[in-house]
């Protein structure tokens, strides 16, 4: 199946309501005020703001989401070029050579390049997304419940590259997911399960006050925990992009789309993977290397297409297969399902005018960013100086009313707050947060796909064996968890260098 | 080195919350036991699976940090400013104990100055402004233009 221009077209005409544009406008500047100010995570401002969505139209919720997830990425550039601070992860090698341009006088040239670069590569990313995910979706729609079991597995590996250090942690973290998934109905029986005969509990732990709660209040938690610095503007006139800066950055920018793209799709990995490798790729390949680090125009402009390239991309695994890519499109997935939206293949059955839709709003916001960013840039880097103490307590606040107003329930609140504070405890013990968070968003579904292919196969595992694209899937399942052992025995097991005593 | 280490906590946590789900899935999945580990249709088969894997893993992870530990490299549980974080934990609380009471955006303005003071901020001419300003903010968009009804406060019910 080849990319239907009339759906798109349609798509087109669907959001040309004047609440789509507005809504993706809004979400960009909302997402591009947080995004400015430092600490201000891709992950935390998405929490905080998905709840907004569920009172709109799903044409204009979900751009709204992703205006905020672009605009995030692409100021959190601002800080990092302007105080040598990230405003998020995805903007840390962009502070490299940013921040030196602005010491060196050149701060409003390297926020035009890192904007100019954003969009650019976002733009391609997002025609990468368009094509791609439509023939993807053609082949999941062959899937039944086995194949969407094996898919579910391979998910639940993703753990394996989420954990960090140490996989025990990463494996706990994923069990008191599963748990938390666990309670409430049981999906094939309607049994209750681990309610304590709380009514609360009968319909299982609502996800997104969760989320709220581990990525958004345990972040004010950490963040109250660090010295509170002030800082100081730099000035922010003087040169700006020339077309031959255009030039001399094309191909950078046209590379580090490609890996940014690359990496986009792969789970566990996004945009604070994607810049760094951008970056690497685009210092191996310059004619100036020694510029790296030291104020260049071509690494800037490597880093913010990297990071920017992998935002519509990370959309893939999401749409196609309905699992999260990581841990922003962990709480998308967790919004679209608050919206009635299942993403997955048959989506693009049942949705498909909201996909295209999507599709449409994700073009236009490129084209909003681009304007708005240009006008507000020099507005926006005076956010950075917004004062913690004062910022932190603000969020909390909009934490609880969020929490609340996803079902109308206190208990949610409970559980955002109950969430932030081992949310900050698994953090202070270095016990990975978004293990805990993908086992809970793919365990319901794991579990009733699991339990109907049973159904099918009078209990027998055959029948993850015999269908074809099953049996390939099974084997690429068990192929990639003997090498990942493999690895990890061969690691463990290395022969450690031999001290020498000296005197 | 002196000091806890927090993977001791996280395997002992882990440990005891796993033998708290295996024992409790006679009584809190009707009709099924612990027999259920070898039937994948069973509603008991995930927490089992949970349980265990959290079990298994908590004795590795102690395990490990016995290891570390022996080897002079175990974690250290820091906290660089205990007091804010006590201050901060105690903002949640009392926010959620002030919405159930007296409702979220009275509560809200009292919670934003604490915390700001809290944390350091003495503008008291921005302060109060936005303590005030940010619980109205909240009012007006969620209450008058989402429609949602924030908690009241039983005390004025």
Redesign the interface.
Same mark, same amino acid.
């Given at each position: 199946m080849i990319l239907d221009f009339g759906k798109l077209y349609e798509g087109f005409l669907l959001i040309a309501n004047g609440w789509t544009p507005l809504g993706a406008f809004l979400g960009l500047a909302a997402g591009m005020l947080v995004g400015a100010v430092p600490g201000v995570t891709a992950t935390m401002a998405v929490a905080i703001l998905s709840p907004f969505t569920f009172f709109m139209n799903p044409i204009v919720g979900i751009p709204f989401l992703l205006g905020v997830f672009k605009g995030i990425i692409t100021s959190g550039s601002i800080p990092a070029i302007l105080i040598n601070t990230p405003g998020n992860a995805s903007a840390a090698a962009t502070g490299l050579d940013g921040f030196m341009l602005t010491r060196k006088g050149e701060a409003r040239r390297a926020l035009e390049m890192s904007l100019y670069a954003s969009v650019v590569a976002d733009m391609l990313g997002t025609v990468v997304l368009i094509f791609v995910a439509e023939p993807l979706a053609s082949v999941a729609l062959k899937f039944g419940p086995p194949e969407f079991t094996l898919l579910f597995a391979f998910a639940m590996t993703m753990v394996a590259t989420l954990s960090g250090t140490s996989i025990p942690k990463g494996l706990i973290a994923a069990a008191l997911g599963i748990l938390i998934a666990c309670i409430g109905l049981d999906p094939m029986s309607g049994y209750e399960r681990f309610t304590f005969g709380s009514i609360e509990l009968t319909g299982g732990i609502s996800l997104v006050p969760l989320l709220i709660g581990v990525f958004a209040l345990s972040e004010v938690l950490i963040q109250s925990e660090q010295r509170l610095a002030n800082y100081i503007l730099p000035e922010t006139r003087g040169r700006r992009v020339t077309l031959a800066d255009m030039r001399r950055v094309a191909w950078t920018i046209v590379r580090s789309t490609g890996l940014g793209v690359w990496i986009g799709i792969l789970p566990g990995m996004g945009a604070e993977t994607a810049c760094w490798i951008a970056y690497g790729a685009a210092k191996q390949r310059s004619k100036h290397p020694e510029e790296f680090g030291k104020g260049s125009i071509e690494g800037l402009a490597a880093a913010e297409a990297g990071n920017n390239a992998s935002v519509p991309t990370d959309l893939i695994p999401m749409i196609v297969f309905g699992i999260p890519g990581d841990t922003v499109t962990a709480i998308l997935l967790g919004a679209f399902m608050a919206q009635g939206i299942h993403p997955g293949p048959l989506m693009f059955v049942k949705h498909s005018e909201i996909l295209y839709a999507m599709f449409a709003s994700l073009l236009l916001t490129n084209v909003l960013l681009l304007g708005f960013g240009y006008i507000m840039i020099r507005y926006f880097v005076r956010i950075v100086l917004i004062p913690r103490a004062l910022l932190l307590p603000s969020v909390m606040v909009i934490c609880f009313a969020g929490s609340f107003a996803i079902n109308n329930s206190f208990f949610d609140i409970i559980v955002a707050v109950t969430g932030g504070i081992v949310g900050y405890l698994m953090r202070k013990a270095e016990l990975p947060v978004p293990p805990l968070v993908i086992a809970a968003l793919l365990t319901p579904g794991f579990e009733s796909s699991l339990r109907r292919s049973l159904v099918m196969s009078d209990g027998s595992l055959s029948i993850f064996f015999t269908r074809p694209i099953a049996a390939v899937m099974s084997t690429a399942l068990i192929a990639g968890l003997a090498y990942y052992l493999w690895k990890a025995g061969q690691k463990r097991f290395a022969k450690k260098p031999t001290l020498v005593k000296t005197q | 080195m002196r000091g806890i280490n927090?993977?001791f906590?996280?395997a002992l946590i +882990?440990g005891s919350?796993?033998v708290a789900?295996l024992a409790?899935v006679p009584y $809190?999945?009707?009709?099924e036991t612990l027999a259920a580990i070898r039937?994948?249709?069973s509603?008991?088969f995930?927490?089992i699976?949970?349980?265990g894997?959290?079990g298994i893993? +908590?004795v590795?992870?102690a395990a490990?940090t016995v290891a570390s530990e022996r080897a002079g490299q175990g974690?250290r549980?820091t906290?660089? $400013?205990p007091r804010?974080?006590v %201050?901060?934990?105690a903002?949640?609380?009392g926010?959620?104990l002030g919405?159930?009471y007296v409702g %979220?955006i009275a509560s809200?303005a009292v +919670?934003?100055?604490l915390?700001?003071w809290g %944390?350091?901020?003495r503008n008291l001419k921005? #302060?109060i402004p936005?303590a005030a300003l940010?619980?109205a903010c909240?009012y007006l #968009?969620?209450q008058k233009g %989402?429609?949602?009804?924030?908690?009241g406060g039983v005390l004025f019910r």
């Open positions: - | 927090p993977e906590i996280v +882990a919350l796993a789900t409790l $809190q999945v009707p009709g039937n994948l249709e509603p008991a995930f927490p699976i949970a349980g894997l959290m893993c +908590a590795l992870l490990n974690l549980l906290f660089e $400013q804010t974080v %201050l901060v934990i903002t949640y609380i926010l959620l919405a159930h %979220l809200s +919670a934003i100055a915390m700001a %944390l350091g901020y921005i #302060l936005v940010v619980p909240i #968009l969620f %989402l429609f949602v009804i924030l908690p």
